[in-house]
């Protein structure tokens, strides 16, 4: 029996909104949750990796959550279709490398690709805000650069 196309898309909004509650509450404890969203097969893309599978996946964000003191994302603007979603973010977090510990604040974007799970998961975001602005040795360096550019 196939579903209505509005019953898809109440389904496919479920999905996106599930994603958005996961990601509110996900921290290292709490991993495994992951499965709730993503398939298992699930590519998840950005700045810096590419990774292939939920296991795969979920060690990468054991490694990426391991340090992290705090994290959150506000969600700023999502547009979506029956099978994927564009949403903006702008998310706050504190490293104890980083930026002396104070919270580090990145706007980005999020590509989902699903069907009854997300398949697919490019984020995209400024690595400099992000990672290298944060650094004592190039963070002014790359600020310098920027203002340059900018004139």
């Given at each position: 029996m196939m579903a209505s196309k509005g019953a898809m898309a109440s389904a496919n909004s479920k999905v996106v909104d599930e994603f958005i509650r996961l990601y509110q509450a996900l921290?290292?404890?709490?991993?495994?949750?992951?499965?709730?969203?993503?398939?298992?097969?699930?590519?998840?893309?950005?700045?810096?990796?590419?990774?292939?599978?939920?296991?795969?996946?979920?060690?990468?964000?054991?490694?990426?959550?391991?340090?992290?003191?705090?994290?959150e994302f506000d969600i700023k603007e999502i547009h979506q279709t029956d099978t994927q979603?564009?949403?903006?973010?702008?998310?706050?977090?504190a490293h104890p490398k980083?930026?002396?510990?104070?919270?580090?604040?990145?706007?980005?974007?999020?590509?989902?690709?699903?069907?009854?799970?997300?398949?697919?998961?490019?984020?995209y975001f400024d690595i400099g805000q992000m990672l290298y602005e944060q650094l004592p040795c190039m963070g002014p360096l790359i600020r310098a650069v920027k203002v340059r550019v900018a004139k």
């Open positions: 921290n290292k404890d709490n991993l495994p949750r992951l499965a709730e969203v993503y398939a298992d097969n699930i590519v998840f893309v950005d700045p810096l990796h590419r990774i292939e599978g939920l296991q795969a996946l979920t060690r990468y964000f054991g490694k990426l959550y391991e340090n992290i003191k705090h994290i979603a564009a949403l903006y973010w702008q998310m706050h977090y980083l930026n002396q510990g104070a919270l580090i604040r990145v706007d980005g974007m999020s590509q989902l690709k699903f069907s009854h799970k997300i398949e697919f998961h490019r984020d």
